[in-house]
C-alpha cells in the first residue's frame, strides 16, 4: 500500500468519495456487543473503510436485508484430509464462509518433507481464501512406526519467516516434551517468541503444567467438558472440534459461554467433500453451537474474531472500518445460511476461481510398496496366550480402547471372528524402507465380509486395512499400491468401490464434487459389507496414529499409547 491508497481509503471511509465496493442494506451483527444495525459496508482494496446508513461505491451488492457477519477462520486442521488438493479445497469451503484456514501440513510432510511444507506454502500465494500455515513439529509423530520423512528444526528454520506462516504446529509428542527430549527442546525453543500449537488429548494435573511451561497456548483434542475447563483454567484457549471423525462439539459446547467464547475458537481437523457436500464446514459447528443453547453473536465471535486473536491474526475477525473486507452474508443467522462470500474485497464466485494461477501436483510417485500375497495377511497365534489384546473403537471418536477376546484357530494362525465383531487390521509400510506389515484385531467396525483399505493413515501414512480374511487384505493392500495412494472396498477378490489419491497417496486430482461422489460409493459398499460406522475411511485412517490414547497400530505392531511402548 502506499500514500496514495491508504488517502484513498480515508476519503472514502469518511463519505469524501466513492468506495471500490459496497454492500448495501445489511444487518450487521456486532459480535462485541450482539446488536444489530442496518448498515451499508464499505470496502476500498481489501479493506473495510466505513459502515453506516448510506454509502456510494463504484461497485455495489445489494445485500437485500441479509445478516453480515466476519469471514469464518478453521483454526486447526489438514487441508490433505478433505482428499482434495488444497486449490481444490479452497472452492470447495470458500462459500460456506471460510475465508482463513490454519493448516499443519504435516501429512504431506510424512510422506514428503519439507517438499510437501513448500506445496501449501505455494498454495497460499494462489488460493482465494487465507491458507496460513503452521510448520509441523512431529515429523515423524514417533519412533514407533515408519515414515517417508523426518523433519528437523534445521528442516523448518528456512520456513519460518514466510508471510503465510503463523508458528509451530500441533505439538503431539507430549510425552516428549515432558521428558524434555533434545530433539523436542531444540524445536520448542526455537518458536518462544511465536505460537505453538497444542495436541494433548487426555492431558492432565501437573503432566499438563509441565507442557504448558514450554509457552503451549491452544488444545484441539478435548474430549469432555471438565477437561476443558482445566485447560483454560491454565490458560489455554480451547478449539471445538467437529470433523468428519473426530467429533467433541456436543461434549464443549457448554464450555461455550458469554465469560468464555474470547478464549475459544472452532475447527474441523477433518472433514471430507462428502461431509461438507451434506452438513457444510464450520458453518455447521455454529448452527449446531445455536441450536445448543450457546449466544449466538458469542458463537460468531469464536469463529472469528477470537480465532484470529487466539493465532495472531491483528487484521481480521470483526466487520469494522480498518478490518480486513472477509465478510459472509447470511439469509438466516441462527442457521448460519450462506447466500454470498466477499474474501479481501472480492466477492466470491466461479470467475474468481477460475482466474488463480495453477498449482502443479507434487509427489505422483510416493507409493513404493511391494505388491502383497495372502500368506503376508496370516497372523500366527501365540502360544499359552488364550486372550487376544484388541483395539475397541467408537463412532465420533480417534480415541480407541483396550479390549479383549478369544479368537478362533486354525492350524496355528488367529482368525478373524466376525460374530464377536472382531476383525484384522493390518499396515502395510508404503514408503520403501523396510517392507513392515503389522498385524491386530479391532472391534467396532461391524464389517461381515470383506476388506476396506486407506493410504491415508494418519499419521505416517501407510497402508491401513481391515478386513475379515487374508484374500481380500491382500486384494485391497494391491488396489491401493496399483492407484499410487487412495480409498478400495474388496470383496471376494474383487474391487467393489475405489478412489485414486495420487498426490502423496493422501490427494485427489479430481474435483471435489466428483470426490465426493466416490466417496458415497465407498461408504455404501462399506456399509454393505455390514460396517456400522458412518465414515469408515476416516475411522480406518486414525487406527495407525500412535499418540491417540489407548491401543493404535503401526507397521511395527500393536502399540500401547499409555504405556508408550508395544504390546507385548
Given at each position: 500500500?502506499?500514500?496514495?491508497?491508504?488517502?484513498?481509503?480515508?476519503?472514502?471511509?469518511?463519505?469524501?468519495?466513492?468506495?471500490?465496493?459496497?454492500?448495501?442494506n445489511?444487518?450487521?451483527l456486532?459480535?462485541?456487543?450482539?446488536?444489530?444495525?442496518?448498515?451499508d459496508?464499505?470496502?476500498?482494496?481489501?479493506?473495510?473503510?466505513?459502515?453506516?446508513?448510506?454509502?456510494?461505491?463504484?461497485?455495489?451488492?445489494?445485500?437485500a436485508?441479509?445478516y453480515?457477519?466476519?469471514?469464518?477462520?478453521?483454526?486447526?486442521?489438514?487441508?490433505?484430509?478433505?482428499?482434495?488438493?488444497?486449490?481444490?479445497?479452497?472452492?470447495?469451503?470458500?462459500?460456506?464462509?471460510?475465508?482463513?484456514a490454519?493448516?499443519?501440513?504435516?501429512?504431506?510432510?510424512?510422506?514428503?518433507g519439507?517438499?510437501?511444507?513448500?506445496?501449501?506454502?505455494?498454495?497460499s500465494?494462489?488460493s482465494?481464501?487465507?491458507?496460513?500455515?503452521?510448520?509441523?513439529?512431529?515429523?515423524?509423530?514417533?519412533?514407533?512406526?515408519?515414515s517417508?520423512?523426518?523433519?528437523?528444526?534445521?528442516?523448518?528454520?528456512?520456513?519460518?519467516?514466510?508471510?503465510?506462516?503463523i508458528?509451530?504446529?500441533?505439538?503431539?509428542?507430549?510425552?516428549?516434551?515432558?521428558?524434555?527430549?533434545?530433539?523436542?527442546?531444540?524445536?520448542?525453543l526455537?518458536?518462544?517468541?511465536?505460537?505453538?500449537?497444542?495436541?494433548?488429548?487426555?492431558?492432565?494435573?501437573?503432566?499438563?503444567?509441565?507442557?504448558?511451561?514450554?509457552?503451549?497456548?491452544?488444545?484441539?483434542?478435548?474430549?469432555?467438558?471438565?477437561?476443558?475447563?482445566?485447560?483454560?483454567?491454565?490458560?489455554?484457549?480451547?478449539?471445538?472440534?467437529?470433523?468428519?471423525?473426530?467429533?467433541?462439539?456436543?461434549?464443549?459446547?457448554?464450555?461455550?459461554?458469554?465469560?468464555?467464547?474470547?478464549?475459544?475458537?472452532?475447527?474441523?481437523?477433518?472433514?471430507?467433500?462428502?461431509?461438507?457436500?451434506?452438513?457444510?464446514?464450520?458453518?455447521?459447528?455454529?448452527?449446531?453451537?445455536?441450536?445448543?443453547?450457546?449466544?449466538?453473536?458469542?458463537?460468531?465471535?469464536?469463529a472469528?474474531?477470537?480465532a484470529?486473536?487466539?493465532?495472531?491474526?491483528?487484521?481480521?475477525?470483526?466487520?469494522?472500518?480498518?478490518?480486513?473486507?472477509?465478510?459472509?452474508?447470511l439469509d438466516?443467522?441462527?442457521?448460519?445460511?450462506?447466500s454470498?462470500?466477499?474474501?479481501?474485497?472480492?466477492?466470491?464466485?466461479?470467475?474468481?476461481f477460475a482466474a488463480?494461477?495453477?498449482?502443479?501436483?507434487?509427489?505422483?510417485?510416493?507409493?513404493?510398496?511391494q505388491?502383497?500375497?495372502?500368506?503376508?495377511?496370516?497372523?500366527?497365534?501365540?502360544?499359552?496366550?488364550?486372550?487376544?489384546?484388541?483395539m475397541?473403537?467408537?463412532?465420533?471418536?480417534?480415541?480407541t480402547?483396550?479390549?479383549?477376546?478369544?479368537l478362533?484357530?486354525?492350524?496355528?494362525?488367529?482368525?478373524?471372528?466376525?460374530?464377536q465383531?472382531?476383525i484384522?487390521?493390518?499396515?502395510?509400510e508404503?514408503?520403501?524402507?523396510?517392507?513392515?506389515?503389522?498385524?491386530?484385531?479391532?472391534?467396532?467396525?461391524?464389517?461381515?465380509?470383506?476388506?476396506i483399505?486407506?493410504?491415508?493413515?494418519?499419521?505416517?501414512?501407510n497402508?491401513?486395512?481391515?478386513?475379515?480374511?487374508?484374500?481380500?487384505?491382500?486384494?485391497?493392500?494391491?488396489?491401493?499400491?496399483?492407484?499410487?495412494?487412495?480409498?478400495?472396498?474388496?470383496?471376494?477378490?474383487?474391487?467393489?468401490?475405489?478412489?485414486a489419491?495420487?498426490i502423496?497417496?493422501?490427494?485427489?486430482?479430481?474435483?471435489?464434487?466428483?470426490?465426493?461422489?466416490?466417496?458415497?460409493?465407498?461408504?455404501d459398499?462399506?456399509?454393505?459389507?455390514?460396517?456400522?460406522?458412518?465414515?469408515?475411511?476416516?475411522?480406518?485412517a486414525?487406527?495407525?496414529?500412535?499418540?491417540?490414547?489407548?491401543l493404535?497400530?503401526?507397521?511395527?505392531?500393536?502399540?500401547?499409547?499409555d504405556?508408550?511402548?508395544?504390546?507385548?
Amino acid at each position: 500500500m502506499d500514500k496514495a491508497e491508504l488517502a484513498r481509503m480515508i476519503q472514502a471511509g469518511a463519505g469524501k468519495r466513492k468506495a471500490d465496493l459496497v454492500i448495501k442494506n445489511v444487518r450487521l451483527l456486532d459480535i462485541i456487543t450482539g446488536d444489530i444495525a442496518t448498515s451499508d459496508i464499505a470496502i476500498v482494496g481489501n479493506r473495510i473503510v466505513g459502515t453506516h446508513a448510506s454509502y456510494d461505491g463504484e461497485r455495489e451488492i445489494n445485500g437485500a436485508g441479509r445478516y453480515a457477519v466476519p469471514g469464518f477462520i478453521d483454526t486447526h486442521l489438514h487441508i490433505e484430509s478433505s482428499l482434495v488438493s488444497p486449490m481444490e479445497f479452497d472452492r470447495c469451503v470458500l462459500p460456506y464462509g471460510l475465508t482463513t484456514a490454519i493448516c499443519d501440513p504435516h501429512e504431506i510432510a510424512n510422506v514428503l518433507g519439507a517438499d510437501g511444507i513448500k506445496y501449501f506454502l505455494d498454495a497460499s500465494e494462489r488460493s482465494l481464501m487465507d491458507i496460513k500455515v503452521n510448520l509441523s513439529s512431529c515429523v515423524p509423530a514417533t519412533a514407533f512406526e515408519t515414515s517417508g520423512a523426518e523433519l528437523l528444526i534445521e528442516d523448518l528454520l528456512p520456513y519460518r519467516d514466510h508471510p503465510s506462516v503463523i508458528g509451530l504446529a500441533e505439538f503431539m509428542n507430549f510425552p516428549g516434551v515432558i521428558n524434555t527430549n533434545d530433539e523436542v527442546l531444540d524445536k520448542l525453543l526455537a518458536f518462544q517468541d511465536g505460537h505453538i500449537d497444542g495436541h494433548a488429548p487426555l492431558l492432565r494435573g501437573m503432566d499438563l503444567n509441565g507442557y504448558l511451561a514450554a509457552k503451549i497456548r491452544t488444545d484441539h483434542e478435548c474430549t469432555s467438558a471438565d477437561e476443558a475447563r482445566e485447560k483454560m483454567r491454565k490458560g489455554m484457549a480451547i478449539l471445538i472440534r467437529e470433523g468428519s471423525v473426530s467429533k467433541d462439539l456436543n461434549a464443549l459446547a457448554e464450555v461455550l459461554t458469554a465469560e468464555s467464547s474470547s478464549f475459544m475458537a472452532l475447527c474441523t481437523d477433518d472433514r471430507n467433500p462428502l461431509d461438507i457436500h451434506e452438513e457444510g464446514h464450520l458453518d455447521s459447528l455454529i448452527r449446531r453451537l445455536i441450536a445448543k443453547g450457546c449466544p449466538t453473536h458469542h458463537v460468531y465471535r469464536a469463529a472469528s474474531h477470537s480465532a484470529a486473536r487466539i493465532f495472531g491474526l491483528d487484521d481480521r475477525g470483526i466487520v469494522a472500518p480498518g478490518w480486513l473486507a472477509d465478510i459472509v452474508l447470511l439469509d438466516d443467522l441462527e442457521q448460519c445460511a450462506v447466500s454470498d462470500v466477499v474474501k479481501s474485497g472480492q466477492l466470491v464466485d466461479e470467475a474468481a476461481f477460475a482466474a488463480r494461477p495453477s498449482l502443479e501436483p507434487i509427489g505422483l510417485h510416493s507409493m513404493k510398496a511391494q505388491k502383497t500375497c495372502p500368506d503376508q495377511f496370516k497372523v500366527p497365534a501365540s502360544e499359552g496366550k488364550n486372550l487376544t489384546p484388541m483395539m475397541g473403537v467408537k463412532p465420533g471418536l480417534i480415541l480407541t480402547f483396550r479390549e479383549e477376546g478369544v479368537l478362533p484357530r486354525e492350524d496355528g494362525i488367529l482368525q478373524p471372528d466376525p460374530a464377536q465383531d472382531a476383525i484384522q487390521v493390518s499396515v502395510v509400510e508404503r514408503h520403501g524402507r523396510n517392507g513392515n506389515i503389522g498385524h491386530g484385531f479391532v472391534k467396532g467396525f461391524g464389517l461381515k465380509q470383506g476388506a476396506i483399505a486407506s493410504s491415508v493413515g494418519h499419521d505416517s501414512h501407510n497402508i491401513t486395512l481391515v478386513g475379515t480374511n487374508p484374500d481380500d487384505l491382500s486384494a485391497a493392500a494391491n488396489r491401493i499400491i496399483e492407484m499410487r495412494g487412495g480409498f478400495c472396498v474388496a470383496h471376494e477378490g474383487k474391487i467393489l468401490a475405489e478412489l485414486a489419491l495420487p498426490i502423496a497417496g493422501l490427494m485427489s486430482e479430481l474435483p471435489f464434487e466428483e470426490v465426493a461422489h466416490a466417496l458415497e460409493k465407498l461408504r455404501d459398499a462399506a456399509h454393505g459389507l455390514g460396517c456400522t460406522l458412518p465414515e469408515p475411511f476416516l475411522q480406518v485412517a486414525f487406527l495407525a496414529l500412535p499418540v491417540i490414547p489407548h491401543l493404535k497400530m503401526t507397521d511395527y505392531g500393536l502399540f500401547d499409547v499409555d504405556a508408550f511402548d508395544f504390546v507385548k
